[in-house]
């Protein structure tokens, strides 16, 4: 059974910084698309950063994070890290930690959808005031 655990929420003022993990265990294959996405109450969730474990470097951000925040994965502990600097009053949410078992882009198209992931954590809240 696959379980992510994700950790490292909380609170912080504007500008500041946090770090979020995202442990994965009970995994079948070796290489998976890991990223987050985040949710705010009444709103669609939002894909914020991801990555494909299966080497290559590639990464892929929302338009509201990028050359903020940066994805990272540790794979000697199975785990994906969310930096997060310079924290804005709207990075506010919900943030899940989501898998699934194929490349973050399929034949040409971003597989990146909340759809397309078919694992899920519990969620981490991070608040950032003003």
């Known amino acids: 059974q696959v379980q992510l655990v994700e950790s490292g929420g909380g609170s912080v003022q504007a500008g500041g910084s946090l770090r979020l993990s995202c442990s994965a265990s009970g995994l079948k294959y070796n290489t998976y698309c890991m990223g987050w996405f985040r949710q705010v109450a009444g709103k669609e969730r939002e894909g914020v950063a991801f990555?494909?474990?299966?080497?290559?470097?590639?990464?892929y951000y929302g338009d509201s994070v990028k050359d903020r925040f940066e994805i990272s994965q540790d794979n000697a502990k199975n785990t994906v890290l969310l930096k997060m600097n310079s924290l804005k009053p709207e990075d506010t949410a919900a943030y899940y930690c989501?898998?699934?078992?194929?490349?973050?882009?399929?034949?040409?198209?971003?597989?990146?959808?909340?759809?397309?992931?078919?694992?899920w954590g519990q969620g981490t809240q991070v608040t950032v005031s003003s």
């Open positions: 990555l494909y474990t299966g080497g290559g470097n590639s990464t």
């Open positions: 989501a898998a699934h078992s194929f490349d973050c882009v399929i034949g040409g198209r971003a597989a990146l959808r909340e759809g397309d992931f078919s694992y």
